[in-house]
Structures are given as C-alpha cells and as structure tokens.
C-alpha cells in the first residue's frame, strides 16, 4: 500500500479540479477500503469466488494525480463500430470523457450527458446530493470503495422531467492502462424516458487487467428508463461492476447485464423499488468459454406496496468455464402486495463447464406473491438429431440452439437498436471466439 495515498489522492483531485467535498468523499471511502477486510472465502458472497488474483494491498492513486489519455480524434476512433445511432455518444477513456454526438433532440430537450467529474465541479446539486451516498456507497464492500476513492472522469446521464428520447444514450468505455475505475451516475426526472446503453471493451488494446466499476441509478417517480451494460474486455481482462438502482412511486426500470468478456466478472446488481407501484425488470445474460469465470449476485429489494419486479438471467458455458449466480428476493415488512419472479436457466455446451445457481427468498410480508426457479441443463441430443436430420450441420444446430436459449432475454430489451446490438456481440463470440 502506497504510504501517503491520501495525499496522492488529494493530488489527483486537485489536478481535476474537483470542490473540496468530492475530495472528502474520496478521502472517507479510502478510509474504508483500507478498514475493509478484503474478500475472502469465509463470506458467503464470495465462498465460490476467487479472488486470490487481486492485490488489494497495491491498490493506489496515480502519485502525481495525472493519468495519461488518448484526445478526441483518438477516442472517437477507438469507440466500437458495433454501437447504435445514439442520442448522446460519450467516450470515456481513462481519465478523459468527450461527448462524440448530441442529437438535436437531445439538446433541445435539455438532456445532460458528460463527464461526472465536470458535472461535480460544475455544481450540479443532485450530484453532491446523490454520488456515492445511498446506492453503491464505500460501505458496500472493498471494491465499492476502491472505486469510490478513485474513480476518474466518469459518466453523468440527467434525463429532465417529462423528456423522452427515441434513441439511446451511448457511453463508451476503454482503458488507457492497466487499471481502470470507471463510475456513472444515472438520474431519470419525473416523468422522463430513455434508454442508455454502456458499453465496457473497444478492441484487444482496450482491455485493463483490472477494472472496478460503479453504477448508480435514479429513476423518479413515474420515469421509464432502459440501461443496458456490456462487458466486453478482451480474455486479460478482469474485474467487479457494483450496480445499484432507486426505483421510486409508479416509475419502472429495466436493466440488461451482459458478461461476454474478460478472464474474469463480479458483478453486484440491486434494485431497490422504493416507491408504491414500482416496476422492475432485470435480465442477464452471460456467454462464457475457455476458463472465463462470471459471478452475479442480484437483490430484488421490495420497500414498500404495490412493487413488481421480475429477474431472467441465462448462462451458456463451454469447456472449463463456469458461472455462479446468487439471487435474493427481499420483501420489507411493510411491503404488502408486493410481487416477485426469479429465473436462473443454465445451458452447458461441450466440455466441462460448471454452474452454481443459489435463489433466495426474505419475505417479512404476508400479502405477497414471491416465486423463483433455476435450470441447469445439456444439449438434448435429441434436439441435435432433429436439427441434423433436417440438414442443418451441427455448428449451425449448436448455433440455433444457444440463439434460442438466449431469445427470451433478448425479447425483454425494450430498444429495438440495442437489442441488435447484442445479438452481434452473442454471434461474434459464438462464431470467432473470445
């Protein structure tokens, strides 16, 4: 551990000059990632997790607080060909974010797509307000508090009360180094409705060794907001994603998880639905070979009456790869009326993969309607026979069997745009490998 890492991370801040609360902020949550044990497989979230990879005790800012980033001509070429028209296109590389494209519609409806670090600087309240505070706080766990302690640059995404967009906002994010901590903080006004896709890769040079991010999201009441996140490194890459989401009165939300990349991914994803007649809809999806290895765990946390929630997450695993998911659904006391679904469904192709599949049920209510399920299954040969037997090959049969398995997935993703957009990621890997 770097000796004077609070005064290198005082440094860092003010070389982006950043206000003196954001520097406590990050000063408090170094604090805790250096009080905080780190991972082990004593605790029940990481028992089937190895971690032993990471270096917690390395961790520390840049000393000089500078960090080396492509321009604007450079970012804009390094962004993914396979990413959708967008209302707002935002590259984030490293410590530098540029704006690629603001749609007429986006800018005169007063939507606000840049860097968090500038939106913080800049004064905006409901960062000050909202930023580390209540979902993906340093509290959390060590890499929580990590990220928050060093994230750099960063997304901010506010949707005005009552805009509603057509096309998604689009943020890009690629490495400049071996260590990434990327951080978003999504706000969804009243009334409000859109779809964001983030997309974590950008080609083989674009890859850290180790990345933690954190997702915040707010979606007030009566808002309807679509966030999709892509992790897409290349086979060096690793690290954690801590997503969390506030769901407030008659507001609905729909986040996508898809773990395509990287040698290895933790993600923590919560939805809480805080307000009555809150809707949420939580889908992943994860495509794994070689020895990947992907970890979920999922909190479907019911606060009040009348919330809806419903969770799908798919695995397809080949040769030595393997996946944990572990979902909990959680219904307050005072959470009457509440209703909850959770789905697991596992598809082993060839070799030797492995899934563990752990649902969850805290249920302190008595009106409420709470149900959950998980499949782990091989390809049916049957099926197989079917398909070849029709004259369909066998790479074409395995191919149809996992596009089918990942289908119902795919159907919930309102935006027709970023649905096609993971159907070419799925081919991509299924046809040429990751």
Not at 95 to 112: F, K, M, N, P, Y
Not at 294 to 320: I, M, P, R, W, Y
């Amino acid at each position: 551990m770097t000796a004077d890492a609070p005064g290198a991370i005082v440094a860092l801040s003010q070389a982006r000059s950043e206000p003196a609360w954001l520097r406590e902020r990050r000063l408090d949550a170094w604090r805790v990632y250096e009080a905080t044990p780190a991972p082990s497989s004593s605790d029940e979230e990481w028992r089937r997790t190895d971690t032993s990879w990471v270096d917690w005790a390395a961790m520390a800012p840049a000393a000089n607080g500078q960090t080396a980033a492509p321009g604007a001509a450079q970012a804009a070429a390094a962004a993914p060909p396979k990413l959708p028209a967008a209302s707002v296109l935002l590259r984030q590389c490293g410590a530098v974010t540029h704006v690629l494209h603001t749609s007429d519609e986006a800018r005169a409806a007063g939507v606000i797509v840049g860097s968090l670090t500038e939106a913080a600087g800049q004064g905006v309240g409901a960062v000050a307000e909202r930023l580390g505070v209540e979902l993906a706080a340093p509290a959390a766990g060590k890499p929580q508090a990590l990220n928050g302690a060093l994230w750099s640059s960063g997304a901010f995404v506010h949707l005005p009360a009552g805009v509603e967009l057509s096309a998604p906002i689009v943020i890009a994010v690629a490495a400049d180094g071996p260590v990434l901590y990327p951080r978003t903080l999504v706000l969804a006004g009243p009334g409000s409705s859109a779809d964001v896709l983030e997309w974590w890769g950008g080609g083989a040079s674009a890859s850290p060794q180790f990345a933690s991010g954190c997702v915040e999201i707010f979606v007030e009441h009566g808002a309807r907001l679509s966030y999709t996140h892509v992790q897409d490194w290349n086979a060096a890459g690793g690290g954690f994603l801590a997503q969390a989401a506030r769901v407030e009165r008659g507001a609905a939300l729909v986040t996508t998880n898809a773990a395509l990349g990287g040698r290895f991914h933790k993600g923590a994803i919560t939805a809480s639905l805080t307000g009555p007649g809150a809707n949420v809809r939580l889908n992943g999806l994860t495509y794994l070979s070689q020895r990947q290895f992907a970890d979920h765990h999922t909190l479907q946390d019911h606060c009040t009456t009348d919330g809806e929630s419903d969770l799908l997450f798919v695995n397809v695993l080949e040769n030595a790869a393997r996946s944990v998911y572990a979902g909990t659904i959680v219904v307050q006391p005072h959470a009457q009326r509440s209703n909850a679904y959770q789905q697991n469904r596992n598809l082993m192709l060839h070799g030797g993969p492995r899934a563990d599949s752990i649902p969850r049920l805290e249920i302190m209510a008595d009106d409420v309607r709470c149900t959950h399920g998980a499949t782990t299954s091989t390809i049916d040969p049957m099926h197989m026979y079917y398909l070849g037997s029709r004259g369909v090959d066998r790479a074409q049969a395995r191919s149809l069997i996992v596009d089918g398995t990942f289908e119902p997935v795919l159907d919930r993703v309102p935006n027709q745009d970023v649905r096609g957009v993971l159907r070419r990621a799925v081919s991509t890997k299924l046809h040429g490998g990751a």
